[in-house]
Structure formats: structure tokens, C-alpha cells
């Protein structure tokens, strides 16, 4: 059975969702987490997948109403689905089944991944012969040779020059002997030539290695040509159905978007724009799409969505078990405006026509930037940001305003640059990392266990015990985690030390909240996106999230618990150093 009754005795104690929630951003909705449990009860004894999802899957669930209700079947219930395959089958009972299933064995793409599969063995047989092997390191070998006979001609020549150069100097050259040594010259360097060019033949060995890596090159292409080919039919195949009953196919819905998101100009001239007019593999697999077209096809009215991991969590990303989390940006943003109504995605945040101003004069203001509100425009150009307000309220300003930003979520303190001098010596400040700041965050740990260690860790030394626990002196630590963007799920940010940007946080404890949550003061070093959010949240961090952290968290609050509290500058014109501080407005518990 696909669609699930849900307990009568849930749906008199919960009030019925009256809306779609925004899948890219939400709270989950008390139903959608009563549902969400009795799935992952199901889930728990499920033996014959416990080895394969506990490495890692997302799972989700669509509240829905049947308005086509029949005999036997509940007016309101859920669905749900599983991201990709579980055991290889895209068609477990009791879940939606794939937008469309390429698994099937004498199907069209099982057929001509076959045919890929068949390249794959073929080059790796050629790539793996020990012939081959062998011939390479003697060609080398010949080839470190040939460069030495030919070092050594040049290193005679130039002995000969010399002789010649020296005769020179003592005078009295003979005609004959100065013709001579023009012969000697010429000679030589024809010689040379006759070297390299006897040298440059290709033996039999040098031409039937030639010829199989010419093999080798050949076969990479056709199975590139294929892949390729396999891919953008796979892409056809998925036909979305939006809200409306109006199809489009992955290609042309990724197309759209990019083309809405992007001026022509940017498409063709930046390879990330241009990628986004291709899908990434996999998508129209993830919970989010196979859930919604499954409920368009049948009738039911989706009603409210929510989407949780199980399992370990990936090596670079930050998933926690049992924690749910928004669609991805890669793979399901462009595909869920076009499945939903605008209306689902509105969630403008009303314009404060004032900031709070700390500090003021005629080169820079510093304020505080609420939580909640952009520092910059986005890509809708009508919500509110710092930019904009201060634009307002700066209009003859002739500089770019912003010197630097905080995240949406963090709140803190910010400086403007009202001339274009003080926003150049303000930004050569932060690019050779004199600007100090200090951010105030709780973490939360998964038990006091884990709050023990960072606790003992960075602790110096306890004061006398009548007096206050925050007066503990701390001295301060250091994470080194290098990041990078998650390309296909900006603006999620992962650890990669193979490709990551250096990134290094100072931290110290302030002050033990309770058993599982910490007072921090984090002081960054270099300036990533979300470098404070990831070293906290990271295996290889603190493993120990910011409280509220909506991307990298697993415990819920009204508000990312991130604050910059504190910085200090020097000022562009005068060169005083400027403090500013500002307490954080959020309190725990």
C-alpha cells in the first residue's frame, strides 16, 4: 500500500496543514514528524536494508489529501520515498515508486550501460597489460638516453666554442685557421641536427606503443560519446508533472531555469551558468520530485513535506541521523519551482527601515545586522538586505557600501564604507587579516560526554568555586579544516582537503550552559562561507553544531545562535583603532 493511513488519534491531536511548506526551506510540521517516526520505527527493522542504509540515505514523506477518496482509502494520508535505490530496486512496496525506472534488465538503459560496461573492461585490459606496462618504462628509458646522447653532443660543442673562443683572444689568427674553425662550427651544429633528427625515428617498440594507446584514446572517447548520449536520454525519460498537469522533461526544466536565472551574456561566458543548464546525474531521485509526482498522478493535493537522513554521515558533507533537512539546491531546487506554485516559495521578510547604527561618521558607519536579513541583495532583488537599507539611507554614498558580510542567519556587527577611500583601506584591512572579530555561538553536543571533552580541552584553570562558572578561564584552541562549495547544493559548504580553501578558527569555552550545550567565543582567521557553522558542525570540528543551524544542525531553536559580537579595526582615515562590541540578543535556555 503506497498511501498510508495516518492514526486517527494524530489527526485529532494535530491541527491539518493548510498549505504546501516551502521544501527548500522549513520546519517541519508537527504531523510531518509524528509521521516521520512511525517511518523510521519501520525503518529500524527493516534487517534486510540495515547494512546498506546505515551508511547513509534520505528518506521523506508528503502529507496528502485524497480528493478522489474511494472505499478503503484514508481522506488524508502520506507517502513515502526513499532518495535513489535501496538494494539496487527503485520499486519497494509501501513507497512511490521512481518517476521512471531505468533498472529494468533488458530495458533500454540497462542494455547500453551494458555496452559501456563492455568499454570499461576493454580499456582496463588494455591499460592493465604488463606488455605494455614494460614497453613504457623501455621507451622511457630510450627516451632518458636520447636526451643524454644529445646533452652530451651540446656539452662537446660548447668545449669546442670555448677552444675556439680563446684562440680568438690571443690574435694573430691565419685566414686558414680562422676558416677553420668556421668549418669546426658549422660542422658541429649540422651534426647536431643529424643527431636529433636519427634520434626522433620511432622504433617498432615506440609505434605498437603508439598504436595501443591510440586504442586506449579511442575507446575513452566512444565511451564518453555514450555516456553522454545514455545520460541526456535517461534526462528525456523524466517527465515531471507540475501542479497544473503541464510536463517537462529534466533538460528542458533545468534549461528554463538557467535561462530565467542567468542573462544570456553569463551563459555563455561562465562555465558554472552554463553548467547549470544541465542536470547533474541523479536528479529526479530524490525524495522531493518522486513524492510529488507520484501525488499529482493519482490526485492527491500535497499538503505539507519533510525529509530526514539516516544513517552515518557522509565524509565531507554534515548529515546527522534522524535530523531533517531541505531539498538540495543542485538537484531538486530548479525541478520544485517548476513542480509548485510560486506561492509555496514566497517567504519575503518584511523591510526594517532602520538598522541599528553603533558608530558613525563621515568614512563608515558600524551596525548591527539583525538575524533573518541578507547582507546583499539575492537573486530577488526586491528582498530587503543591508545593501539595500543603507543605500536608502546613504544615497549620496559613493562607494560600494559593503566591506564585508555576515550570513543570513548570523546576526552581529557589520561596517559600512560611506567613500570609496575608506572602502579600499577597509578591504585591504580584511584581505591582509588585521580586522579582529569575535563571534558568540551555543553548540550543542550529542551528549555530555562529547560536551566533556571540548570542555576539559580547552580549560586552564577553575576559579574558586563560590565564584560564577562563566569566570572559568579558558585558553584558546585551533580547528584547521579546509572548504570548499558543495557545487551541487550551494550554498552548503564540505570539507575536502585535497581541494579546500585553508580556513582556520580560533575558539574558547565562555561558559558550560548545561550537560550538552556550550557558550563559545570563536574567532575566525580567514574568511570562508559558513567557516564558523562547518568547523563547529564537522566530525573533524568540534562535531558539536550551532544551536538552530538549519544546514549543518540537528537541533532546532528559534534562530542560528551565531552572533558577531566584537571587532576592531583601524580607522582608514585617521588610523585609530576602533572597538566595537554588541551583545547577542539571543538567551539559552
Excluded at 225 to 242: P, V
Excluded at 259 to 286: F, H, N, W
Excluded at 367 to 392: A, C, E, N, T
Excluded at 447 to 471: F, G, L, N, V, Y
Amino acid at each position: 500500500m503506497i498511501l498510508h493511513s495516518i492514526d486517527q488519534a494524530l489527526l485529532s491531536g494535530i491541527d491539518i496543514p493548510e498549505r504546501m511548506n516551502n521544501p527548500l526551506d522549513y520546519q517541519p510540521h508537527p504531523l510531518c514528524i509524528a509521521v516521520c517516526k512511525e517511518l523510521q520505527t519501520y525503518l529500524s527493522e527493516r534487517e534486510d536494508w540495515r547494512e546498506e542504509i546505515d551508511k547513509g540515505k534520505m528518506f521523506g514523506i508528503l502529507i496528502v489529501e485524497n480528493a478522489k477518496t474511494e472505499p478503503g482509502t484514508p481522506e488524508i494520508g502520506y507517502l513515502a520515498a526513499y532518495s535513489g535505490q535501496i538494494g539496487g530496486r527503485s520499486d519497494w512496496d509501501d513507497f512511490v515508486p521512481a518517476v521512471f525506472d531505468y533498472l529494468q534488465p533488458d530495458g533500454y538503459f540497462k542494455t547500453h550501460e551494458a555496452e559501456i560496461s563492455d568499454i570499461n573492461q576493454r580499456i582496463r585490459q588494455l591499460e592493465g597489460n604488463e606488455h605494455l606496462k614494460e614497453a613504457k618504462i623501455l621507451i622511457q628509458q630510450l627516451q632518458e638516453e636520447r636526451k643524454q646522447t644529445i646533452a652530451a653532443y651540446q656539452e662537446k660543442m660548447k668545449e669546442a666554442k670555448a677552444k675556439r673562443d680563446a684562440r680568438r683572444k690571443t690574435g694573430n689568427l691565419t685566414p686558414e685557421e680562422e676558416a677553420e674553425m668556421v668549418k669546426e662550427s658549422q660542422f658541429m651544429k649540422a651534426e647536431l641536427r643529424r643527431l636529433k633528427k636519427s634520434l626522433s625515428e620511432k622504433t617498432t617498440l615506440e609505434t605498437e606503443y603508439e598504436a595501443y594507446q591510440a586504442d586506449i584514446l579511442r575507446l575513452k572517447q566512444l565511451r564518453k560519446t555514450l555516456s553522454d548520449a545514455l545520460q541526456q536520454w535517461l534526462f528525456s525519460q523524466f517527465r515531471m508533472q507540475n501542479h497544473e498537469g503541464k510536463m517537462k522533461d529534466l533538460q528542458e526544466i533545468f534549461r528554463d531555469a538557467a535561462l530565467r536565472d542567468y542573462p544570456q551574456a553569463t551563459l555563455a561566458t561562465s562555465r558554472i551558468a552554463a553548467l547549470k543548464m544541465v542536470p547533474p546525474a541523479g536528479s529526479g531521485e530524490c525524495c522531493e520530485p518522486k513524492l510529488l509526482q507520484y501525488a499529482y498522478l493519482h490526485g492527491y493535493k500535497p499538503l505539507q513535506m519533510a525529509m530526514f537522513w539516516w544513517g552515518e554521515s557522509p565524509k565531507e558533507e554534515i548529515r546527522h541521523h534522524l535530523q531533517f533537512y531541505p531539498a538540495c539546491n543542485g538537484k531538486c531546487k530548479p525541478i520544485l519551482h517548476w513542480m509548485l506554485p510560486d506561492r509555496v516559495f514566497d517567504s519575503k521578510i518584511a523591510e526594517k527601515q532602520a538598522l541599528e547604527i553603533l558608530y558613525e561618521d563621515d568614512q563608515l558607519a558600524v551596525i548591527h545586522k539583525p538575524s533573518g536579513l541578507l547582507s546583499v541583495p539575492g537573486r530577488d532583488s526586491s528582498q530587503p538586505s543591508v545593501y539595500s537599507i543603507m543605500r536608502k539611507k546613504y544615497p549620496a554614498a559613493s562607494s560600494p557600501l559593503i566591506v564585508h558580510r555576515l550570513d543570513m542567519a548570523t546576526s552581529g556587527l557589520m561596517i559600512i564604507a560611506k567613500t570609496d577611500f575608506a572602502y579600499h583601506r577597509l578591504q585591504k584591512e580584511f584581505l591582509h587579516h588585521r580586522v579582529q572579530k569575535k563571534y558568540i555561538a551555543i553548540i550543542g553536543c550529542k551528549d555530555q560526554e562529547a560536551c566533556d571533552k571540548i570542555w576539559e580541552k580547552t580549560k586552564k584553570k577553575e576559579m574558586k568555586e563560590e565564584e560564577e562558572r562563566s569566570s572559568i578561564a579558558t585558553e584558546k584552541q585551533k580547528i584547521s579544516l579546509p572548504l570548499m562549495p558543495d557545487y551541487l547544493d550551494r550554498p552548503r559548504q564540505i570539507v575536502n582537503h585535497e581541494q579546500g580553501k585553508e580556513a582556520i578558527t580560533e575558539y574558547e569555552v565562555l561558559d558550560r550552559i548545561d550537560a550538552t550545550h556550550l557558550r563559545l567565543a570563536l574567532y575566525p582567521k580567514t574568511g570562508r562561507t559558513h567557516q564558523l557553522r562547518v568547523h563547529c558542525a564537522h566530525h573533524e570540528g568540534l562535531n558539536a553544531p550551532i544551536l538552530g543551524d538549519p544546514l549543518y544542525g540537528n537541533e532546532k531553536a528559534s534562530r542560528l545562535h551565531l552572533h558577531a559580537e566584537e571587532i576592531t579595526f583601524e580607522h582608514p582615515l585617521t588610523g585609530k583603532e576602533i572597538n566595537i562590541k554588541r551583545e547577542a540578543d539571543f538567551i539559552y535556555p
